[in-house]
Every structure is written in C-alpha cells, then in structure tokens.
C-alpha cells in the first residue's frame, strides 16, 4: 500500500510535527513512504528536508501561498489523491493538517481518522488507534471503504529517525483547480510563554526544591522569559508556593513534552520524570553530582543554581545585545 505524508514548514524550516510523521508513516510503510507532498511555495529547503526521510516522490504544488488553516489546498490534495490512488495519506494533528485533511475528506468522501496515537496492520486492513472520552478510552478503528484513508497524527509522541541513503524524485504538479479562500489569515498572535498551558509549552524551565526560596525561584522566572520559555516545577516547588497546581510537573501535576526542558535544582524523583519523560531534550542543573537527574538528561551541569543561573543569564544578555541583525 502507497502510504504518503503531507508536510508543512515554518520559519525554521520543516515542522517537528511533520518530521513526526515522516518517521512514524515511513515505519507503517515498511521502511520506504511512497510519497511526500510540499504545499508551500518557494520552499527548496523543505524539500532538501523531506528528501532526508528518503520518500520515492515528493510531490511540490508550482505556485502554493501560505496558508494556516490548510483549508485552500483541499481540492489541490483531493485531486492528486483522485489521481494517484494513494492507500494512506497522513498529516499532523495541527491546525493545518487538521484543516486540510478534514476538508478534503469532505470533498472527496473519503474516510478520516483524526489524531491517531498508531497506526498498524490489522488481518485486513489498517488499524487506527484513537483515545476516546477524555482519553479514557483507547479504541482501535479500521475503514470499511475502499477509497484512499486520510488520517491526522498527534504531535509529540515520536521520535524522530531518518532515513538516509534513500533517493527521493521531485515532482512538480501545477494545480488544475481553482483555490476556494474559504477562509483568510488576518494576523498570528504568539501564545505568551509564561502563561500558556505547560502541556503545550516548547521550551520550559522547571524550578525545585533547590531554589531554596521564593526569591531564588525568581531566577526560573528571569531565565524563562530571556529565552521565551513557560515556567515549571517540582512538588517541592509548588507546596512551597513558589508554583501554582498548574505548572507542577509530573504523576499528581503536568504531563510536557517540550523541544527543551531546563531542569533546576529538581533531584529527579520518578513521580516527576514520570511527567516530563517525553522532553526532546533535557539539560539539568544541579549541585549533587549522583542526583537521579542527570540519568535522563541529555547535557547536566554540576553546580550551585545562586552561582549558575545567574552567570547563564548573564551570558545570554550579553549574546543577545552583541547579536547582529540578520543580514548586517
Ligand atoms: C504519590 C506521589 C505523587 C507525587 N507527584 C509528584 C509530581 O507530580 N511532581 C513532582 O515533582 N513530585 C511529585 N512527588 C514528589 C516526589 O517524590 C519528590 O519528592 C519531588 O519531586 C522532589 O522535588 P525536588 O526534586 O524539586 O526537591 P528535592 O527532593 O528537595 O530535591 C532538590 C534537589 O535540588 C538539588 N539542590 C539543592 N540545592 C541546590 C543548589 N543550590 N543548586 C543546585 N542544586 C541544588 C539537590 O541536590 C536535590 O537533588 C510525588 C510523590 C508522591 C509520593
């Protein structure tokens, strides 16, 4: 079965959501994907990143505009499906890949599976898992028609592994239907670090017991907004009031999976790594060099929280004023 991947790129390139399912569908497909599809215009680099996942095709719309909600290229989509005849078409569970594949299985009839947890071969045909009523539920679906699936994957749950070695051919398809502009972007409004949901966070700093006090967490919060990062912590952190419920991580708090978590001061008890063991990347600071910490983290530094912390935010104001504009 042909299985593809619809990508989607940002300012930094191509998305960690759609490395996700590049990783995750090149594994269902046995070691080779079919196809990937580049929608944005102008977007070289995002093919170079895509070849990296070493899909046969990559197919790249000629003259793609920017779009959020991903809505605008549904009959784009439909159409090469129609075509091609793919089995699966796969995108991230994100407001693009949400918008485009829903519409285009509105369009076209075909069956969608939303923000799927796995993907795998039943007896006949491909299982689908999903959590039901408020993720108490895990249920496993499958199609009952013969069209091509769409399913959507969620972000965050796999790690990313790429495929080199593999050659990839470059398709350039030229829509043959009129754009719909159901809907326009007006504006994108940045969530505020410091006050978005932890579970959504990227880049968090997380405060212990080794804060010592209110005044030194205040360091956490210091580092936290110099680097645009959500504030975190330990139970230690929050019955001492240093932290609200809703920024403690772990078993009784927060579940994160951020791109970074900076670990201050936090020993490493299960009950909290138990609530951050899908960081990307973990750096640890600490001032016990056999803190359980350091087993899981990916960069530690031994030493004092008063001593460090301070020097790193030092560090990085003077970064950040020698820092040249882009293209000076
Ligand atoms: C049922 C149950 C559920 C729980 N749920 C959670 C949960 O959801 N989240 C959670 O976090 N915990 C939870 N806990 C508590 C957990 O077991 C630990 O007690 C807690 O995580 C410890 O927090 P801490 O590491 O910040 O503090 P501490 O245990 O006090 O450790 C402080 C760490 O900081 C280091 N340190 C001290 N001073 C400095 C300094 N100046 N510079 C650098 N390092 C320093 C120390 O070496 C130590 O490693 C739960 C416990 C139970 C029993």
Redesign the pocket.
């Known amino acids: 079965m042909q299985i593809w991947v619809v990508v989607e790129g940002d300012d930094h390139g191509l998305r960690e959501s759609s490395r996700e399912v590049l990783t995750a569908a090149t594994t269902v497909a046995g070691g080779v994907l079919a196809a990937a599809v580049v929608l944005a215009p102008d977007k070289e680099n995002l093919v170079q990143e895509v070849m990296e996942f070493g899909p046969q095709t990559i197919y790249l719309h000629e003259e793609g505009s920017p779009s959020v909600t991903g809505e605008d290229y549904a009959e784009f989509l439909g159409e090469l499906i129609e075509r091609e005849r793919p089995g699966l078409v796969l995108a991230a569970e994100t407001q693009f890949g949400k918008g485009l594949l829903s519409r285009t299985a509105l369009q076209y009839r075909m069956p969608i599976f939303p923000d799927c947890l796995g993907i795998s071969q039943g007896p006949e045909s491909l299982l689908f898992e999903r959590l039901w009523y408020g993720e108490r539920v895990s249920a496993l679906l499958t199609s009952a028609a013969e069209r091509p699936v769409l399913a959507t994957w969620r972000e965050g749950i796999v790690n990313v592994k790429k495929c080199p070695g593999l050659n990839s051919t470059v398709q350039k398809v030229r829509p043959q239907v009129q754009t719909l502009n159901l809907t326009r972007f007006l504006e994108e409004v940045k969530a505020d670090p410091l006050t978005v949901d932890l579970s959504e966070a990227e880049v968090i700093v997380a405060g212990?017991?080794?804060m010592?006090s209110a005044a030194g967490f205040q360091l956490i919060q210091e580092l936290a907004e110099l680097i645009g990062a959500a504030v975190g912590g330990?139970?230690?952190?929050r019955d001492n009031g240093w932290i609200p419920l809703k920024r403690?991580?772990?078993?009784?708090?927060k579940t994160v999976a951020p791109r970074l978590i900076i670990s201050c001061?936090?020993?490493g008890?299960t009950?909290?790594t138990f609530?951050m063991r899908d960081a990307k990347k973990i750096i640890a600071?600490?001032?016990?060099k056999n803190?359980p910490i350091f087993k899981i983290a990916d960069a530690g530094i031994v030493g004092?929280?008063?001593e460090v912390l301070p020097e790193l935010i030092k560090r990085i104001k003077e970064g950040k004023q020698n820092a040249r504009p882009v293209g000076a």
């Open positions: 212990g017991g080794g010592g330990s139970r230690v952190a403690q991580i772990g078993q009784t708090g001061g936090i020993s008890a009950q909290h609530g600071i600490n001032k016990d803190a004092d929280v008063h």
